[in-house]
Each structure stands twice: as C-alpha cells, then as structure tokens.
C-alpha cells in the first residue's frame, strides 16, 4: 500500500489525500510531527526527504516528494480515465504544468500567509498576502470566462483535473492567511464545484458543499 | 456609443453581483459601504440578501450552505428560511420547533439589467431604482465586474476622464451604449460593473466579454497605479446594524396575533372530497411557517377554521392547505367547498405549531389516516428535504382519497399508501408498523380518533415512551407552561390588562401598544426584562439566577408569569 | 495597528505567551501582547524573563508549561489548576496557533457544545445528534470563575480508544478571562479525568495566539496522536472563529440571539460584563437593568 508521510493540517498533503479519495486509492497515512514538533526538519526524516519538507510518499519502494510532482505521479498512475492528468495531447501537457506552477505560486503566498498567521512561521506577510491576491485576480478572470464559455474547471476540457486539486486548498484556506476570497466570486463559485467531485473529503477548516 | 457613469447615494440603489453569480446552491458574498451580505437563490429562483451573519453568533452565512430552500448556518445549523429569513429549526433544541420568531435581516433584491440591486435604506422605494433610458432591461448585457483596489470616488472621477474603446470585432455590438455602475465596496475598494445596451449575437460574446474585460482591466490597472496602490488594501472592518434592528420577525411585534389578508391563488380538487388551496399574500411576504403548523381561516361567513399548511421547507410564496368537505359541516369546510374561488380574499392568522416536529431522530415514523395527511407531509417533506431517514405510512380509503399525491410521488419509495382497510385490519397494520421502541426513534400519528386511540395504544404496548409518541394537539411543543391566568398592573401608567392562558406577559404588553425590547422570546437573553414590585412570579426563564429569582424584584416578560393573581410592574 | 491596552482590568491580569518547551535556553523570542511588541527568555539558569523595549522588565511567571506576563500589576497567584501537578499525569503542548479573532470569541466557542456535530463532524458530534441537554452554571470561588457541570453531548468519537458512539459528559471552566479548562473522563480510568486547556493570549483585541495544553492520565505511546487530534479539533474551529462578526466578544445580549443551551456563555458574559473587562469585547450598554 501507498505510505504519504503525512500531516493532518498541511495543504501538500491534504492535496494528496483528496486525489486519492478521489481515485479510491488506498493509502496509509504516516503521522509526521511538522507542529510543534518539526520532525520533517530532524534528522531522522531527512533520510526520507533530504529537503526536509513533506508531502513524501513511498508506492512499494518508489519514493517521491513534492506536492505537484506527486499529484502527476498518483494520476498517471492510478486514475485509469486519464481525465486527471491528461497525457493524450501536448497543450492540455503544457495546460496542466502551468496551473501546476500557479498553484506553487499559491502555496508560497496564500498558503504561506496562512503558515505566517497560524503557526509563526517568519514570512514577509504583506508580500505574500498582495502576491496571493494578485494570482487570486488571474484565477478569477479565468474562471469568470471558463463559465462563460459553460465549462467548471481550470483547465480546458469538461474534467476536473490536477490542477483544480493543487489550487483548491491554498484558496479555501486564505483566509486563515488574512487573504480575503470575497472579492472574487468566481473562485468561490468554482470551489464549492470541487467539493461537489464524487470522492471529495474534507481536510480542518474546509467545510463540504451542500449538494447540487 | 456613449459612456455612463453612475453611483447611488448611501441610501440609494445599487448593483451587488451580477444576476449570473448567483447559481444554484451557492451563497454569495456581497458587500456594499463596508456592510456585508449572504446572496443566494433558492430553487424557486428567489433572490435572499441577508445580512452576511447568523443571529445566534455573528458568523458569516456565505460560510454556510444553500440547500436550495434554506440556508444552513455552519456553526450549529440552524435553518433560515427562503424568502422571509425566518429561522425554522435550531438543532441545539430539537424539541422547541415553535419558540423563535427571530428572522435574518433581510435587504429588497431586485434584478435588473442583468444585476442584483439592493439597498441599505428600507424606506427607499423602488421608483427610486433609475430606469436608464439607455437601457432595456431584455437587451441589456451585463459585463464581467471589474474589483479596484481604491474608493469609488477616486474611481469615478477617474472613469469619467478616460475613454473606453468599442470592439471592432463584434458589429452586433459597435452602436451599444456602455453604463458603468459603480458599487462601493467598502471605504476602500469599489467595484465597476458594466452593461452594454445591446446583447451581442451568440458567435461574439465571450470576444465582446474578452475585450472589455481587458479594456477596464487596463483602465483598472492604470486608475490604481496613479493612486499609488500596490497591494489590496485590508479588509475594513465588518459593519453590524445596530442591534435594535438586527433580528425580530415581522410577526414578533404587534401583529403577531393579527389576521393578514391572503387571496385564493389556485383552487382546484386533489382528491375526492378534498379542494386544495393556494393562498397568497396580497400585499408583502408570509410568515415562515414550520413543518406540523396550522393557520386559522377566516371564512366569508365569520367563522374560524383551522387549516394544517402543507408547504415542503422554504415554500413560501402562497400557503398551501387541504380542506376535505365535511359531510357534517356547520359552514366551514361546506363554505370553502361551495363559495370560496380563485381571486378571493380571505383573512389567516400567523402559523402555530402545535404539532413540531424534532429532526433529531435516528428514524422518524410517520402515520397518517385521511386528511390527517397535511401535517404529516410537511414534515415528511421537511426531513426529505434534509435527507433525515423517515417513512410515511398513509391509511386512506382509495387510490382516488389520496390528496396532493404530486408532493406524496415526490418522497419515492419513503410513502406507503395503506387502501381501504377496514378497523380491524387498520390496528392489525399499526401493530406491525409501531413495533419495539428503539432509542431515538420518533412516532407522529394524525387521523381520525379511532386510529389515533390504536396507534397510542399500541406504541404504548410496545413500551414506546411517551416523549417519543406525538399526536397534534397533544404534545406540549416548549417547556414552559404557559396555562396560568393573571393580571398585570402597570405602576407608572396605571393600567391593569389580563394575561390569558397562551399569551405572554410581553405579548400583551406589545399588544397593548408598549414599546418592549426583546431578542429571544424563550428567557435566555434578559433584553426584555422587567422590575417586579409587587406579586410572586413563577419565573421559568435561564437568565437570572436562582438567588435572582427567590428575591423576585425582576421578571422575563417573554416567558415569565405570575404564582400570584397578579403583578404590578415598574412600567 | 490595534490602539494599545488601557483596559486596568486586563493590564493587571496574567498573560500567557509561550509554551515554556519551545524555548531553547538563552535565545531572545518576540511576540505581541495587548497590541504591544514584548521579548522573552527562558535563561540558561531556566528563569524566565519578559521585558518591553530594550530593557523594562516585566513580571514573569512559568506556570501549567507557559510563560506568563503582565503589562500591570498582576496578583500574586495565577488562577490554580491542580491536576497539573498530580504525579501520574503527563502535559503536553499541543501548539500554539494564531487566530484572527478575540480571545473572549475564542473562549466561548471552547465552551460550545452545540456546534460539535457542524463544525467537529465525525469527530466530537454528529447529526441527528443535535440536542444540547440542560447542564448546570454557576459562578464560583468568590466570584472568580464561571463553572459550567453535567455538560452531556452525544459524541461518535471522543477520544481515540473510545469505539463508537457515547454520551461523554464535560466540565468547563472559566478561571481567568481569556483561559478555559475542560475536563472530561479519561477513556483509561472513569474515575478520574483528562483536562484540555485553551490559554488566549490578546495578541491584540481581535487577534489571539491559544497555546494549547493536555493534562492526560494515559501512556504516553498515544500522546503524538492526541496532539494531532486537539490541534485537528482546533483547526476546524478556526474558520468559524474567524468568520465571527464583530471579532470583540458583544457582551449586550440583544447583539445576539442566545438560546438556552447558551447558559454558559450567557453566564461567561455576565461574568466579563461583571468584572468590568473592556478589551476584546463590546461593552454592553447596560446590563439590561
């Protein structure tokens, strides 16, 4: 079985459990003391990932880390459609890896005015909160006109893929990071889409859609 | 093509969201002078502004869930009603379904142009609301808003100076005039919100979309960069009514006793024997009604008739009722069957529930015989509507007695339609549905006498408690006992008025034209408070504390009453 | 920038600003309390220190794992929480999170039980089990804490050895302003029980750091997957927390619809009114007499 080196509050690693509900992949899940504890910094977890950061996992002796890379590697691998990441066409490639690269983009502003407001961590808040805000005003004109054009997700197509998965979290969860999502409706709108994805569980601090 | 501008004053109107942004099931936020809303439409197509916050504890309804009828809160789920705001069912208290009145604080919502317009001033009437020569409300094709990061003064002045380019591309649109309205967010950022005169044709809108999509983008950026803004400004602080406004339904105050006129909306026969009714506010909003209530009727003839309502959650545009013609009747069911017709106005008094419904129960049986059927499908509908486990076994004489069978098809396989079945196979049929009595389940029983006798009887065989057995007018819907009669003397305006078993001494006070606060109506809160200076009081509210109580100088009005025959009260 | 504290109530009471674990021997850490940026140390000797500026020492305890202080003259003891000290018990810090919201909102929500089956779904409620039952509130120890007892809640998973579903039964306690105590039986011996500690620090009036502490009863095998429950309990409370308008706790009780499950934090707000605490709250207007 799938091993995620794995902490509750962690959006990388949430990202992982929620593509694996999804794709009712089982998993078991290894408990990493990231707070207060910073386990992944010691040097015990450092033989797992020498950068010292998690989401890991470890699929029967193939171990990988970093959130996106691992999105890839769980989709092409486990999710028989191919919707998920879709390998079939050269631009949806291309597609998918840029709003992959968004949602890094994301994860060190939204997500890290989160770990600033919540946890302590020693950031530049006001450079993260007007870099969150900054993406947040692309994503929504994105979205705004994928619904114009009556299609739900971020990347073209009528299937939800990786990428709505990478983003969704940093997104919901800003404004724990002071990050408003008021001002963009779209985004809203689109996360409680995500919610609706038959497999969607929840992580602390997300709540589920009412059904459509 | 010309270009407007225009923003409302604070009391004005003004658009909140596009009509667009408001999906199903979806609540969204809005905001305007720094006052924040829940948007949501119901399945009905309804428009909700409410203040964005829940009465009970200040948090955010756009946290919440739209369930297409009612919004949910997240904290502790409590349901506010479609349409009135009314809250309908606060989970803590499963068996209190009939003791608050309390409502969100609800905005007018209108759509036009393609938007949703509101204002933060009740009094400002609609005529207020500019109809744009330029615009017609079916051609008018509303823009993709644009968020600035600056005030809406310093955005107008800046609108007002700059020229907006006309899409080349589209020639459907190249003669459309363009209005931006303007919408301040709060004291530092607004929202620019365009509409073109003319709809594009299907093949050029998302290019009409894109290009001034990109055009006010442009004109975004530039209007920020010459404020010197970099980043989004912090969010102001969240405005809150001032709480003599906040809460209070429309029901609570002087009329909560008073008929409102209602006119027959349809009429037609849902049954043999029975008529249904679609009853229709004539002027305003009905109240929130609850699963199990009834309404009085008061017919032509000046009687007064009860009337269960039949209405699934958040079904208030018209009350729903099912009169079957009583071959014995003395002018009530005779009158609504032989004289009463679509367009006719009739008086009906606020909703009661003496018959609530808990919605905490592991299984909710649900047993109905004939007309009986009209609060039990409420409430079948309600736990449907909430996908709570239930069923719903109905006694009725034939496939042709089965009324409202449309909302009854709608439960599925939840309904069992139980046809003619003589006494003594009826009670046999009970036996079996009421069998052992497990924890948290639940029995509502309404129908004629015989069967109501079998069916306690029967749960009481099957050692069913009592507090799980319910039948209309039996339960006792509060803890508080309401049955004493009194008189209260007010020392300052000496006057003496009669409280009666079932009205509160708050009521009575409001009725009397005295200006009472209140909040929560069940002896929590203490806001309607009042010094005792002579009489004992029989206290029965949580708010003062038991030395408060033994020394008596202070009483709830809302739930408190008198041990003594009478109270003479500091006002 | 939040105006700075000139509330005497809350300038002479204890604040919590550490967990005394975290602080490595020596190193000089920063925070904010009552809006005002403050040092603190633990010393090589293990005494800690607390000072404003470049030198204002300021009074200092260590007490239940923290590092205390005060911008006033704070009374001689802190508030007494004696299964702390009992020997067979071990403490755990369970983190220290920052919350865009009040202390006085973020203690009431610990009070809470009737959001258990919304906001801890699965974990400390569940639907249909919704009813708060009637529980008992009293102010005690000569008007210095609000005690709430019989607090019953049906819970699908109380602890992490507890299987199934079950009526656990709590005990709140209010002995200081911005600080709760919640007992509840410890899943390894009925008799006696485990507490869990929410200590607010008023970073400023609508910003909160809750350092979060247990007093457990069982081994310590269990006590990494007990601190990742109280910090996943924590969590969901969060955006609830920090959704609440107004952020400052409103202590006029028409500001807000209480029912009657609310008795504690009817009581609680009495009790701040009653104390005359003006900072992280709306002062009610009067209290209604």
Redesign the interface.
């Given at each position: 079985m799938i091993k995620l080196y794995d902490f509750e509050l962690s959006v990388n690693c949430y990202k992982q459990r929620l593509l694996m509900s999804i794709l009712g992949v089982e998993f078991e899940s290894v408990l990493v003391d990231f707070f207060p504890g910073s386990e992944h910094k010691g040097e015990e977890f450092k033989k797992v990932n020498p950068l010292g950061h998690i989401p890991v996992i470890d699929d029967g002796g193939f171990v990988l880390r970093d959130a996106h890379a691992i999105l890839i590697y769980l989709a092409a691998k486990y999710d028989p459609t191919g919707n998920w990441y879709r390998t079939s066409d050269p631009e949806l490639i291309g597609e998918t890896a840029q709003w992959l690269l968004f949602a890094e983009g994301t994860t060190n502003t939204a997500s890290a005015a989160r770990l600033h407001d919540s946890l302590g961590y020693p950031f530049d808040i006001d450079e993260c909160r007007s870099g969150a805000h900054k993406l947040f005003r692309v994503l929504e004109e994105h979205l705004w006109f994928r619904e114009q054009e009556g299609l739900d997700w971020i990347c073209s197509g009528d299937h939800p893929t990786i990428a709505d998965i990478a983003i969704f979290p940093d997104v919901m969860l800003s404004e724990e990071g002071g990050v408003s999502s008021q001002p963009y409706p779209a985004i809203r709108r689109w996360t409680d889409r995500v919610k609706r994805i038959p497999g969607f569980v929840v992580m602390p601090g997300i709540f589920p859609a009412a059904t459509a | 093509m010309s270009v407007t501008v225009l923003s409302g004053t604070k009391s004005g109107w003004h658009p909140i969201?596009s009509s667009?942004?408001l999906?199903?099931?979806?609540v969204?936020?809005g905001?305007l002078f720094g006052y924040?809303f829940a948007v949501w439409r119901s399945d009905d197509g309804f428009v909700n502004i409410w203040e964005?916050?829940c009465?009970?504890?200040?948090?955010?309804l756009s946290?919440g869930?739209?369930?297409?009828a009612e919004l949910?809160?997240?904290?502790?789920?409590w349901r506010y009603a479609n349409r009135t705001g009314g809250v309908t069912y606060?989970?803590?208290?499963?068996a209190?379904a009939n003791t608050h009145s309390?409502c969100a604080r609800s905005y007018v919502a209108v759509e036009r142009y393609g938007l949703i317009w509101t204002t933060l001033d009740s009094e400002t009437s609609l005529a207020d609301l500019e109809v744009l020569d330029v615009l017609d409300d079916g051609q008018a094709f509303p823009l993709?808003p644009i968020?600035l990061w600056v005030t809406s003064e310093t955005t107008i002045s800046h609108l007002e100076r700059i020229e907006i380019g006309c899409p080349t591309l589209a020639d459907s649109t190249k003669h459309s005039d363009l209005v931006l309205f303007v919408q301040p967010?709060d004291e530092r950022?607004c929202?620019v919100r365009g509409v073109l005169s003319e709809r594009p044709d299907d093949e050029a809108?998302?290019d009409v979309?894109?290009f001034y999509?990109a055009e006010l983008?442009a004109v975004r950026d530039g209007i920020e960069k010459s404020a010197g803004v970099?980043?989004?400004p912090?969010?102001a602080?969240?405005k809150?009514h001032p709480?003599?406004e906040?809460?209070i339904g429309l029901s609570s105050a002087t009329n909560r006793q008073a008929a409102v006129p209602v006119r027959v909306r349809r009429r037609w026969n849902t049954a043999t024997d029975v008529v249904g009714f679609e009853l229709e506010a004539v002027s305003g909003q009905l109240s929130t009604v609850k699963p199990g209530s009834h309404i009085d009727l008061h017919l032509p003839n000046a009687l007064v008739r009860q009337y269960s309502v039949v209405n699934a959650p958040g079904e208030l545009d018209a009350y729903t009722i099912g009169v079957k013609l009583d071959p014995t009747s003395t002018g009530g069911s005779s009158t609504l069957h032989g004289e009463v017709v679509v367009g006719d106005e009739l008086l009906v008094s606020q909703p009661r529930n003496g018959f609530p419904l808990r919605?905490?129960?592991?299984h909710t049986l649900l047993i109905a015989g004939g007309i009986g059927l009209t609060p039990i499908l409420a409430m079948a509908q309600a736990l449907d509507h909430q996908g709570?486990p239930y069923e719903l076994h109905h006694f009725v004489r034939s496939q042709n007695h089965i009324a409202f069978a449309d909302r009854l098809e709608a439960l599925g396989t939840n309904v069992t339609h139980h046809l003619a079945l003589d006494p003594d196979e009826t009670v046999t049929q009970l036996q079996r549905l009421i069998s052992s009595y497990t924890d948290?389940k639940h029995l509502y029983v309404c129908g004629p006498a015989p069967m109501l006798t079998a069916a306690r009887a029967t749960a009481s065989a099957n050692e069913w408690p009592d507090h799980a057995v319910h039948f209309e007018y039996f339960a006792n819907p509060t803890q508080q006992d309401q049955s004493s009669e009194f008189e209260i003397a007010l020392a300052r305006s000496a006057v003496t008025l009669p409280v009666r078993p079932g009205e509160s001494i708050l009521e009575v006070l409001k009725n009397a034209g005295i200006s009472m606060?209140s909040?929560?109506e069940?002896?929590?809160?203490?806001?309607c408070?009042v010094?005792l200076i002579e009489g004992e009081p029989d206290h029965q509210d949580?708010?003062l504390?038991d030395t408060e109580k033994r020394t008596g100088k202070?009483l709830m009005t809302c739930v408190s009453r008198a041990k003594s025959s009478r109270l003479v009260l500091d006002l | 920038m939040m105006q700075r504290c000139s509330d005497p109530v809350v300038l002479d009471m204890w604040h919590p600003v550490a967990a005394t674990v975290e602080l490595a021997a020596g190193v000089e850490y920063q925070t904010r309390l009552l809006g005002e940026p403050l040092s603190y140390a633990m010393s090589p000797q293990g005494l800690p220190q607390a000072w404003r500026g470049t030198q204002h020492q300021l009074p200092v305890m260590h007490a239940y794992g923290v590092l205390w202080t005060s911008l006033g003259s704070p009374p001689d003891e802190l508030f007494e929480f004696d299964e702390f000290h009992e020997p067979d018990r071990h403490n755990v810090w369970a983190g220290s999170v920052g919350v865009h919201t009040s202390a006085p909102r973020a203690v009431e929500n610990f009070l809470d039980m009737g959001h258990f089956p919304y906001v801890h779904t699965g974990y400390l409620g569940i639907e249909p089990h919704t009813e708060v039952k009637d529980y008992t509130v009293e102010i005690v120890n000569d008007g210095k804490e609000v005690l709430a007892t019989g607090c019953e809640f049906f819970q699908p998973m109380g602890a992490l050895n507890a299987l199934g579903g079950m009526l656990m039964e709590y005990t709140y306690r209010v002995p200081h302003p911005y600080c709760s105590i919640l007992y509840k039986s410890s899943p390894i011996d009925e008799s006696r029980r485990d507490a869990i500690v929410i200590f607010g620090q008023a970073v400023d009036e609508e910003n909160t750091r809750a350092h979060l502490v247990l007093s457990l009863l069982d081994d310590e095998s269990n006590d990494r997957q007990i601190q990742a429950f109280q910090q996943l309990i924590f969590s969901q409370d969060k955006p609830i927390l920090e959704n609440q308008h107004p952020k400052r706790l409103p202590l006029d009780p028409a500001v807000e619809t209480p029912i009657r499950s609310d008795k504690t934090s009817i009581a609680y707000r009495r009790w701040l009114s009653g104390l005359g605490l003006r900072y992280g709250v709306l002062p009610a207007v009067s209290d209604g007499r």
């Open positions: - | 969201a667009s942004d999906v199903d099931r979806h969204y936020q905001q924040e964005n916050r009465l009970h504890r200040g948090v955010r946290v869930t739209n369930d297409g949910v809160c997240q904290y502790h789920g606060i989970p803590a208290h499963p209190d309390s993709r968020d967010v950022r929202v809108k998302i979309l894109r999509s983008g970099q980043a989004a912090e969010p602080a969240f809150v709480a003599v906040v809460s919605r905490d129960a592991v709570l948290a606060a909040s929560c069940q002896g929590v809160c203490g806001t408070g010094d949580v708010y504390n202070r | -």
